[in-house]
Each structure stands twice: as C-alpha cells, then as structure tokens.
Nanobody, 125 residues
Framework: QVQLVESGGGLAQAGGSLRLSCAAS????????MGWFRQAPGKEREFVAA????????AYADSVKGRFTISRDNVKKTVYLQMTSLKPEDTAVYYC??????????????????WGQGTQVTVSS
C-alpha cells in the first residue's frame, strides 16, 4: 500500500547536476530502506544508492560514489538523489524503491517490494 512517485528527471549537460525526488504516500517508513536504481536501454537494472530510513545510513554504487548523494526528509516522506558531475553514462530511467524492514541496505532489486514508475535522466556529451 505504498505509493512512490519520482520527479526531477530531465536533460542535463555533462558535468551538470540534477536532483531527483521520490515522494511516498500510504504508509509510514520507519522500518524501511529506500533505494534508487537505474536502467539504461538494453541493460539490466542496477543499484545506485540506498538509505536506511530510521538512521540515515547510506550505501552507494562505486560508479556514483562521490558524485551522488542520497538523503531523506522524514516530515515530507521524501527521499532525494542529488546528482552532480553527471556523465553521459548516467543516462537511464531512475527508479525509487522501498524495502520493508530494510536493515542491510540491499543492492539487489528483487529485495525491494515497492517501486515508482521511474523518471528519465538524460546526460548529453
């Protein structure tokens, strides 16, 4: 009964920045881990970042570490992905996901029960 809606995608130049938002409704998230995944055409969905809702502990894929920052706003029930120093290889559909009882900040997409519809991020060369 959790609904996730992503926003903030769009077109950016290489080296630029975008901030993605994921607004949650329908449930509280005190026991959840929240994750961002992305999928480029013809490629498998890959882990980007995750955050433990309760204490803010984070995990990042090596490909984005140091460039992307995941955060959450407990009042707004929203998670963010601040993307800086964007590269063309960051081009993908970005998905927000929620893992009930998330403790391990899983990097595996099948361990997340709730998913948004995705938002397109395109980075030009």
């Amino acid at each position: 009964q959790v609904q996730l809606v992503e926003s903030g995608g769009g077109l950016a130049q290489a080296g630029g920045s975008l901030r993605l938002s994921c607004a949650a409704s329908g449930r509280t998230f005190s026991a959840y881990a929240m994750g961002w995944f992305r999928q480029a055409p013809g490629k498998e969905r890959e882990f980007v970042a995750a955050i433990r809702w309760s204490d803010g502990t984070t995990a990042y894929a090596d490909s984005v570490k140091g460039r992307f920052t995941i955060s959450r706003d407990n009042v707004k029930k929203t998670v963010y992905l601040q993307m800086t120093s964007l590269k063309p290889e960051d081009t993908a559909v970005y998905y927000c996901a929620a893992d009930r009882g998330g403790l391990w900040l899983s990097r595996l997409s099948y361990q997340y029960e709730y998913w948004g519809q995705g938002t397109q991020v395109t980075v030009s060369s």
